[in-house]
């Protein structure tokens, strides 16, 4: 058996517990890093590749992009030259959504194409790249980079690069996974702060015979007075006693 076969063998043994560890994202993950992470982990295990590391698009600002992860020093501060530079494959895969494999670095297209990125790559050995774009709902989002050696036509294994594709998307239905648990989780939150206020609310219009709307205002206005968050003069009226507090009652009832 050649040693292709027996890369595309290993590697179709070892992929599915893989793509199972990248798409269940869970409370192991706080955000996208740690996705991400083990991303650059499994993929760096690929025939072929040397190193890796992924620039993500920042959620909040599409137009801010960082190193989210690294296999190690090298590849992280490549990743951080890309960025540095305004140039380098993996921003280009972030800007045109477009997979990029296999490129000989060495080439004086590339070299034209990237001039100070492409050097650096050299410099530390590298002379090949893979770059393969997360996209999610039509965006994308990170850019994995499989740093590899290019000596002659094809020279990353194609398994590896499918696996790699393989992986990011797993990763990518990770990530689309934290981002709806965040917006469930704040949801929960807005609608448990809801009751909470409405409960302090009727609390307050009971005991000083007050309406609704009264109770309210007095609560935001003390609140804005006293630079309180209102959720929190809101849970010390509902979890402390009548006697004490901003609003306790003042005669027995």
């Known amino acids: 058996m050649c040693d292709e076969s027996i890369h595309q063998q290993s590697i179709h043994q070892q992929l ?17 890093s740690g996705v991400l992470r083990r991303l650059t982990d499994h993929s760096r295990k ?7 590391a ?29 960025l540095e530079l305004n140039e380098g494959p993996g921003l280009e895969a972030l800007r045109t959504g477009r997979r990029l494999a296999d490129l000989p670095l060495d080439g004086p ?21 893979t770059v393969i774009p997360l996209r999610h709902e039509h965006r994308t989002i990170a850019a994995l980079h499989l740093h590899h050696q290019h000596c002659g036509h094809h ?22 996974h934290l981002r709806q648990q965040r917006y469930v989780d704040q949801l929960q939150s ?13 609390m307050l219009a009971e005991r000083f015979e007050w309406t609704i709307d009264q109770a309210f205002e007095l ?10 968050r ?24």
Not at 46 to 52: C, D, H, I, Q
Not at 155 to 176: F, N, T
Not at 219 to 228: F, I, K
Request: a neutral charge; hydrophobic letters at 40%.
């Open 54 to 82: 992924v620039i993500s698009v920042d959620e909040h600002n599409k137009n801010a992009c960082t190193v989210a992860a690294a296999s190690d020093h090298t590849s992280g501060q490549l990743a951080q030259a890309q």
């Open 230 to 253: 209102l959720h929190d003069l809101v849970r010390s009226i509902l979890d402390g006693p009548p006697t004490e507090g901003p609003f306790r009652r003042t005669s027995p009832r």
């Open 46 to 52: 690929l025939p072929g590749v040397e190193a890796t």
């Open 16 to 32: 599915p517990p893989v793509l199972l560890d990248l798409a269940d994202a869970g409370p192991r993950d706080r955000d996208n």
């Open 109 to 129: 297209s590339f070299r034209s194409r990237w001039p100070r990125f492409v050097p650096r790559s050299l410099s530390e050995g590298f002379t090949g790249i």
């Open 219 to 228: 609560l935001r206005s003390y609140a804005r007075s006293h630079n309180t």
């Open 190 to 202: 807005a609608l448990t702060s809801r009751i909470a206020i409405e409960q302090a609310k009727g």
């Open 155 to 176: 020279a990353l294994p194609g398994e590896s690069v499918r696996a790699a594709q393989a992986m990011s998307d797993a990763a990518v239905i990770g990530v689309a």
